[in-house]
């Protein structure tokens, strides 16, 4: 099974989905702005990534700057919660698989996981 965290306002997450559905793959879609995921849900996302959860961090986003997230020190439990608490911080898409998890960006990216 194949899920996308998908943005479909955003061209590179409809990107990611176009190359997954011409891969043969018709993944599991969740537009986590409408339905996010819960905290454990991202965490688990992040152990995936194999990155510190201020990697998921999306930067262009306003509360990014308004709640001071760019420290590099800044603690995993701060960075989940504030991606719980403004789902707008998940950086997208995020492809997640049985291989594992990757940030669509590049979007060639996501095929290290298919």
């Known amino acids: 099974m194949i ?3 998908h943005n479909p306002q955003c061209s590179t997450s ?3 989905l ?4 011409a891969e043969g793959h018709e993944p599991r879609i969740v537009e986590y702005l409408k339905t996010p995921p819960s905290r454990a849900e991202i965490a688990a996302v992040v152990k995936q990534l194999g ?3 201020r990697g998921l ?3 262009k986003a306003p509360p990014y700057a308004e709640m001071g997230l760019g420290d590099p020190a800044l ?3 701060r960075a989940l919660d504030a991606m719980v608490q403004h789902p707008v911080l998940i950086e997208r898409p995020v492809v997640i698989t049985g291989k ?3 940030i669509g960006r590049p979007v060639e990216a996501v095929r290290e996981v298919l």
């Open 3 to 5: 899920t996308i965290w």
């Open 14 to 16: 409809r990107k990611v």
């Open 18 to 21: 176009d190359l997954l559905r």
């Open 51 to 53: 990155i510190p959860a």
């Open 57 to 59: 961090l999306r930067k």
């Open 75 to 77: 603690p995993d439990d």
């Open 100 to 102: 594992g998890a990757r």
